[in-house]
C-alpha cells in the first residue's frame, strides 16, 4: 500500500466508524446530546499524528495513531455509543488504565523526537511517568469543568451523595469510605497503574537491547514527503 494512503487509513475508517455508532446511538439511546459531540471528533482524532507529520515534516510512527484510535473505540464508541458502563462493571477504570499504559506511550515518543534519548533511563522513566499523571490530572479537570456545563456526572458524584444521605450521618458516612473523591481518586490510581504497566515493559526491553521500543515508537528521519 502506497503509505501517503496507510497513514490516512485510520482517518479514513473512523469517518465510516464515527457515521455508524452515531446511528446505533440514535436508535439506542439518543438521551445525551453531548455524545454526538464526542462522536464528531471521533473524526479528528486518527488524523492528529499525521497532520503532525506533515506540520513538522517528521512522521510519526502508526503505532501512536492506532493507540489513539483504541482510545476512542473504547472510550467513545462502547463506554459512550454502546454504554458498556452500564453492562461491564468497573469498566470506567479499566478505560483509565488504557490510558495510562496509551499515554505514556505517547509522552515517550515525544520525549524521544524532542531530545530524551539523553536522559539516563530512570530520567525517562520519570518524565514519562510524571508526564502521564499530569494528562490524567488534566482529563480530570475537563471532567469537572464539563459537569458544570452539562449538569452531567461523569465523575459520579452524585451517586456517592445519595449513598451519604442514605446513611443519615456524614461522619458515619465517611467511616465506611463513602468519599465524594472516591472516583477521580480511583481514576488516577489505575492511570498510575497503566503507565507503570509501559515503565516494566521499557525497562524489560532496554534490558533486552531496546529494538521493540524503537521500532514501535520511532521512524526514519526521512521526512514525509520523501516518502512515496
Known sequence: MNKKLKIWLPTIIFGV????????YGVTDNRLKTVYIQLALCLFVPAIFPVLGIITKRPYPMALTIMACYLVVM?????????FYAFVPEYDKFLHTGFGLV??????????????????????VIVVFLGTLGMGAIW?????????????????????????MAVGDVQKAWEQGLNPLQDTIWD????????????????VDRALGGKLCKKLFTVSGEGIANEN
Open 140 to 164: 480530570e479537570i475537563i471532567e469537572y469543568v464539563g459537569a458544570l456545563m452539562t449538569h452531567e456526572d461523569p465523575q459520579r458524584v452524585l451517586g456517592i451523595l445519595e449513598k451519604i
Open 188 to 203: 488516577l490510581i489505575v492511570t498510575v497503574i497503566g503507565s507503570a504497566v509501559f515503565v516494566i515493559f521499557y525497562i
Open 17 to 24: 466508524l464515527t457515521i455508524v455508532f452515531g446511528i446505533i
Open 75 to 83: 472510550g467513545i464508541y462502547f463506554a459512550k455509543a454502546l454504554n
Open 103 to 124: 499515554g505514556s506511550a505517547m509522552v515517550y515518543t515525544l520525549l524521544m523526537r524532542w531530545g530524551g534519548d539523553k536522559l539516563s533511563p530512570a530520567g525517562v
